[in-house]
């Protein structure tokens, strides 16, 4: 799932980052590497503090949780993105020394351009490998354990699952769901503070990303 997520952030990186005069070329792979390690972290946070409905949503309709305009306009009005751009935009700052202005340019066109290519494929039913149970999980460690409930749920948000029975959730217990995937992003947060830090992630991201 990392290599797909790796993929898209490539994709949109190309112009905001590569081709960008004011980020060194020696410095694109540890800021697409960045990128891609805020929009994780941001949702492991958000799941460990029992967010899972918060993503739902997000994914269900592009950042539209008032009802209005969906896509890029729409996850900028979100509060799980505005988070992840203010946090890309810290960093950009302190550890690449970009001025506010131009860092605020990088991270307002990456991050939610990334985002939206995210939510596109996970509702991409061509696109069987790109599940939001597959994201979920390698966020939490555990991988999908074979599971689609989240994806079962997404599908009965855009009106693709089979149960056309009134029931949102496909039949699953959506606050047992919160509560399992709660527990395990916490458990992947204590397991990353044991063994010293997050360093592993952003080695084998920077490992996909030279590819």
Same mark, same amino acid.
């Given at each position: ?8 952030v490539k994709n949109y990186g190309k ?28 949702? +492991? ?5 029992? #967010? ?5 949503? =997000? ?41 506010? %202005?131009?860092? %605020?340019?990088v991270a307002n066109n990456l991050i ?26 390698? =966020?939490?460690? #555990?991988?999908? #354990?074979? #599971?689609?409930?989240? &994806? ?17 959730s496909g039949g699953f217990d959506l +606050? ?9 992003? +916490? ?6 503070? &044991? %063994? ?16």
């Amino acid at each position: 799932m990392l290599d797909q997520l790796l993929d898209i952030v490539k994709n949109y990186g190309k112009e905001t980052v590569v081709e960008n005069p004011e980020i060194p070329n020696e410095q694109n792979q540890e800021v697409l590497a960045d990128a891609t390690k805020t929009i994780t972290s941001g949702f +492991q946070n958000v799941l460990a503090g029992g #967010g899972l409905q918060n993503i739902l949503d =997000l994914f269900k309709g592009g950042g539209n949780t008032s009802g209005g305009s969906s896509g890029i306009g729409g996850l900028l009005k979100n509060p799980m993105v505005t988070m992840m751009v203010g946090y890309f935009i810290s960093k950009l700052v302190s550890k690449y020394k970009m001025n506010p %202005s131009s860092a %605020s340019s990088v991270a307002n066109n990456l991050i939610p351009n990334v985002l939206n290519g995210m939510i596109t494929e996970t509702n991409n039913p061509q696109n069987t490998s790109f599940t939001l149970d597959s994201l979920i999980g390698s =966020l939490t460690g #555990g991988g999908n #354990g074979g #599971g689609s409930q989240l &994806q079962d749920i997404l599908d009965q948000f855009a009106g693709r699952g089979s149960n056309n029975s009134g029931n949102s959730s496909g039949g699953f217990d959506l +606050q047992d769901l919160i509560g399992s995937f709660t527990r395990k992003a +916490q458990d992947s947060f204590q397991n990353n503070n &044991q %063994s010293g830090g997050g360093g592993g992630l952003m080695d084998m991201i920077k490992g996909f990303l030279s590819k």
